[in-house]
DNA sequence: AGGTTTCATGAAACCGGTTTCAAGCAAACG
DNA sequence: CGTTTGCTTGAAACCGGTTTCATGAAACCT
């Protein structure tokens, strides 16, 4: 027995239990391969007590060399602190688990470079599917990795890419906020936005509010992203004279913040001048001021639903690309009741 | 070329590229593995134009399987959906990065067959070295897995399991919190906790918190845990006459949103009629009331100082196991200003 | 009884790399 | 000019499994 601080201890093999058994590799091989019918019950039996005495576990390495199956599944996240990646992903990793497979994260940071290293050292791992939240800029990559394992993006598009998606249901959640504060009495609105960045949901999302308030004869609105101007364009905002009361739209969680803490640097006393609804629904929205009204994101079923239909691909699936919408569910909180 | 939705092109080899540049498998396995001082310069110049013309990507479980080496990190977490877990993880992931490791996060959601089951999943895939925040029952089970590879804890010590400690210095940390809520004239204090549960940095805060009070005689205080009784215990601190204003220490960041939401749900006015300050430093704490004062946590240097420790043993190193304690950070926000 | 199936099993090839070892060859030496 | 040395290189064994294929024994059939 080793101590401690002392690793390296070899791991038992399958050589090792074969001989302890007497039987030959293939037998015990057929044994952990689930092809425990095609052994006699005996040898079975010597088997298991083999695996069991010298504690044998098999290497999922060597395993999938020969197989071809690694059981890994890689996910590409392009901002591991945003915390709707880290939902889905928690939702991508239960359903993992349920079927079998581990899941390897990679997170890129934004970063376009480390988007690269890390698709590379995914492909190296022998991934058998890959889960893919990310910019995206240089699609050739990702192109030339799905002419060798399914894929699946989330929440984001890549252009010339056909693969399936899994997301929002951008227009819809652009809808409902719209409905919800125009009945709530809001006139002028500000959809506050991350910088756009190539990232599709960001452009749906600005791109559907903008065709939702050009049919709203009552509504008047613009898009605002974060950013170095953005504090002065706010101020802007809130002192220029408008149809009516004003409110603010965040398009994710991070533009929430964003805007939240603007909002406050402004002096602006929260939701009694002004209104706000925010896309996600992060659990401290409701402490702060008297509540921020969300729209959620059934995350964890966009996880499950992402793998699902990896899983479905990796099974032979052949149909053309699917997209696959979830609706956003209306929170109401303090936010948007005018006049605080 | 294959279209989209038809992977499983096999992937180009180390004997393609062999055969492609008029070598042997050894030399383009020596060119790749980095011997490339071995190769006529001819000769790793026709290994380098093949690997370029077929674009070929060792398979790095195959490498792994004869070297050793997997390149592999394997991380245990207790709750990946907790923000201290995430930013140590994103600290663990870029140091990884910049030593040429993988991370593979394994979420338990403090389940305790998860935990197993994903030990057992990491072991299969050869992970190097293993990165622990976790509830550590069964320590059996990581203590057997220590006897294979090198193993760092974060946050949370586990009982009978000697192995390096990267987290924070809690006593301290416990001990400026309560400097400072001292100087600001609050004298009832209130340590509020998720259930201890057996998770060491808790136990470690209530402790120390409660040897602090012991030696200020200008302070009383007392612990108390999130859960079922919570709300109707936090009622009976506030109304209960003390010696003095009154104030919350929230012992992690989950602590924090929980007291808070509470102290909204009891109708208190935050931060007017008490005090709080909460350990960790989450992103929405300025946009609360006046802003909830923080000791935070470096998380991203415990991550990396756990991957260093880990590194430190891959490379050989054989001495008796360290504790790494950092020390928290104070930001004062106006949670702690009595009287608002 | 003889012949055909079926079943359980092991030997050996294989997966995609690494590593050992020995051989080939040119330069350097005496 | 014969030897020694040093540098390149490839053949083959190996890592820990899986899988194919052949074989021997038992069961089944006329």
Chains 1, 2 share one sequence.
Not at 139 to 159: C, F, I, N, T, Y
Not at 202 to 207: A, L, M, P, S, Y
């Amino acid at each position: 027995m080793n101590g401690p601080s002392l690793p390296a201890r070899s791991r038992v093999t399958i050589s090792q239990v074969a001989e302890a058994a007497g039987v030959s590799k293939a037998s015990v091989s057929r044994y952990i391969g689930g092809d425990r019918q095609l052994l006699a019950d005996a040898t079975a039996l010597r088997i298991e007590q083999a695996i069991e005495r010298l504690d044998y576990r098999p290497n999922q390495m060597a395993r999938g060399l020969k197989r071809g199956r690694t059981r890994l599944i890689g996910m590409l996240l392009a901002d591991i602190l945003n915390p709707y990646s880290v939902a889905v992903m928690h939702g991508v990793e239960t359903a993992c688990r349920q079927h079998g497979y581990s899941l390897v994260v990679c997170n890129t940071d934004r970063d376009t470079e480390q988007e690269i290293h890390h698709l590379a050292a995914l492909r190296s791992y022998n991934v058998e599917g890959l889960i893919v939240n990310t910019l995206g800029h240089h699609a050739g990559e990702l192109q030339s990795l799905h002419s060798e394992l399914p894929m699946v993006l989330v929440d984001r598009k890549v252009e010339a890419l056909e693969v399936d998606l899994v997301g929002l249901d951008n227009r819809d959640a652009v809808r409902q906020a719209l409905d919800h504060l125009q009945q709530r009495g809001y006139r002028d609105l500000l959809l506050v936005s991350e910088p756009l960045d190539g990232t599709s949901s960001r452009q749906e999302r600005v791109e559907a509010f903008k065709a939702e308030i050009a049919r709203r004869p009552l509504l008047k609105g613009q898009a605002l992203q974060t950013g170095d101007a953005f504090g002065a364009a706010l101020r802007d905002f809130l002192a220029a004279p408008g149809p009516g009361p004003k409110a603010l739209f965040a398009a994710n969680g991070v533009a929430a913040l964003a805007a939240t803490r603007q909002l406050r640097e402004l002096g602006c006393r929260l939701f009694e001048e002004i209104g706000l609804i925010a896309l996600d629904d992060l659990d401290w929205y409701p402490l702060v001021g008297s509540g921020i009204t969300a729209l959620a994101q059934p995350t964890e079923r966009i996880g499950t639903a992402a793998l699902e239909c990896l899983l479905g691909r990796l099974q032979g699936d052949r149909e053309p690309p699917r997209q696959v919408d979830f609706k956003a569910r209306l929170i109401v909180r303090g936010s948007t009741h005018p006049r605080g």
